[in-house]
């Protein structure tokens, strides 16, 4: 009988960590995230991890470290919250040119201003461009398993990407659910000890990073965009063998729920997809046919099965968490990548956003019950009246 | 519908390639790939016959521009990696350093084998 537990979220990405037996760990305090921290340095304390403990000086130092770390061949753990993320914004492409598989645990947090401890996804949605391999979890358990997950995927010979292993902050970080607990030697059987092809060695010298040729840069750049490119394949793959090993049934990129003959979807992803669970519930019991496409990755975005996925539907309302102002849909970020993803979809479905959840506000039961009745007259008309909707404060919603 | 396959592999030409993840074997002198001289406006021209080999020009200089010929006893400058900022001539304890234009010399700034 696997041994259950009762976890929030921080705790589960730490236990996530420890299972993946991380060698080098690199913390700096700031909510919600620091819980992980706390977990790790008291497992470490404790003689129960057997890992290096660096406290950074900064967010920008904690990455620098993990570079420097997965660089010498250990597998290094960090992360960060709001603007401790951005504020280590420079570290990021370098590890992804560097092809070093570090992790970064994030508990999102709002950026400021002004000060606000909730959650929002715009810290890591703005790091989407970085070449780090990027998602979000659900659940504790989600987290936990995406934690291990993750590094199997970025230490694949064919990725070698660094990962932002994210959760919501507080609604996911600080919520305790029920966790089972993998068998570390089921762990050591999915995820094998981590090997760089170029680990720094005194007896071979090489230059991390060095200064090139105009001309070389966009080989670079090529370079980390084949390997996403090879990144989708590995994906469905680890996670085919996790499902085997540990017995869950993960989707790799789209986690679909009540769409057998919905009409209209939430598109969303994270901690407020299991609100979206419960309102799809409550409105099929009155007879709306509405269903829920969970995103499991955003980086990379599976613009395929996105595009075979909910071109199935009439409607569908991209649930937005980040912001990205100014943008050609005037709202969040999701909206950009789902209707370019349905471009070359015959009869595309109606494609709205809805702007909630902004600075950790609870997407609520009725703002689903909202979105779903402009989502049901979208699926009925086969049109939007608005790319985006300002959940509370726009017509309609 | 129509599925479209995005891409699945690009073709780099082999003079494009580049080693995984830009690690390049470490220089064991000088980094022959990326030449600095020709940023230079201005060099260093010693007077051997001042220079007491203080070696303040080879502590001072952020690029290793200067070394000692133990042989020779006299300084050397490296005119491909010395970009010219005239930290040696503000340093020197005896004077025997001085500015001179790039202009004043036969060939002028070091030219790279293919120019950007």
Excluded at chain 1, 104 to 126: C, K, N, Q, W, Y
Excluded at chain 1, 327 to 336: D, F, P, T, V
Excluded at chain 2, 108 to 115: A, E, F, S
Aim: aromatic share 10%; glycine share 8%; proline share 6%.
């Amino acid at each position: 009988m696997a041994k259950e537990m009762f976890l929030a979220g921080c705790s589960a990405a730490a236990y996530g960590a420890a299972l993946a037996r991380v060698e080098v760990i690199t913390s700096f305090p700031i909510r919600p995230y620091t819980g992980i921290m706390m977990e790790l340095s008291k497992l470490v304390a404790n003689g129960e991890l057997d890992a290096e403990f660096v406290h950074g000086e900064g967010e920008h130092a904690q990455v620098a470290i993990a570079y420097g770390a997965a660089a010498a061949g250990a597998r290094a753990y960090t992360g960060s919250s709001g603007v401790g993320v951005t504020y280590a914004m420079e570290c990021y492409s370098p590890a992804s040119g560097g092809r070093l598989p570090c992790q970064m645990a994030i508990a999102d947090r709002a950026l400021d201003p002004p000060g606000d401890f909730g959650s929002e996804h715009t810290d890591v949605m703005s790091c989407r461009d970085q070449g780090w391999i990027m998602g979000w979890a659900e659940t504790p358990q989600e987290v936990l398993d995406n934690t291990i997950i993750y590094y199997r995927i970025g230490e694949d010979p064919r990725v070698l990407l660094p990962q932002f292993c994210c959760q919501d902050g507080y609604f996911v970080s600080h919520i305790p659910g029920k966790v089972v607990m993998p068998e570390q030697s089921q762990v050591d059987e999915f995820l094998p000890p981590y090997k760089h092809p170029h680990a720094l060695d005194p007896t071979k010298p090489i230059s991390h990073g060095p200064q090139i040729y105009p001309d070389q840069g966009p080989a670079i750049n090529l370079q980390r965009a084949q390997a996403f490119l090879d990144t989708p394949a590995v994906i469905e793959e680890v996670i085919e063998d996790f499902n085997k090993i540990f017995g869950r049934d993960y989707k790799p990129f789209l986690d679909e729920y009540r769409t057998d003959d919905a009409d209209f979807v939430f598109f969303i992803q994270g901690g407020h997809a299991r609100t979206a669970r419960f309102a799809v519930n409550h409105l099929r019991e009155k007879g709306v046919k509405a269903g829920m496409v969970k995103l499991r990755f955003v980086r990379p975005f599976p613009t395929e099965a996105v595009a075979e996925t909910l071109s199935k539907f009439k409607a569908v309302g991209c649930v937005e968490n980040s912001t990205s102002y100014g943008g050609a849909m005037k709202g969040g970020n999701l909206i950009h990548e789902v209707r370019s993803a349905l471009y070359d979809v015959d009869n595309p479905p109606a494609v709205t956003s809805f702007m909630s959840g902004l600075g950790g506000e609870v997407v609520s039961l009725e703002e689903f019950y909202s979105m779903a009745k402009v989502l049901a007259e979208a699926a009925k008309t086969g049109k939007v009246e608005q790319y985006v909707y300002w959940v509370g404060f726009d017509k309609g919603v | 519908m129509s599925k479209k396959k995005y891409c699945e592999k690009f073709s780099v030409p082999e003079h494009l390639t580049v080693p995984l993840g830009a690690c390049i074997p470490a220089p064991v002198k000088e980094q022959r790939a990326m030449i600095t001289g020709n940023w230079r406006t201005e060099r260093p021209v010693i007077d051997h016959e001042k220079c007491n080999l203080c070696l303040n020009c080879f502590i001072f200089c952020p690029d290793s521009s200067w070394h000692l010929d133990e042989e020779e006893e006299k300084m050397v400058w490296n005119a491909d990696f010395c970009k010219g900022c005239l930290l040696c001539v503000a340093e020197c304890d005896v004077d025997c350093l001085d500015a001179e234009n790039e202009l004043n010399f036969k060939g002028g700034v070091v030219r790279l084998d293919k120019p950007y």
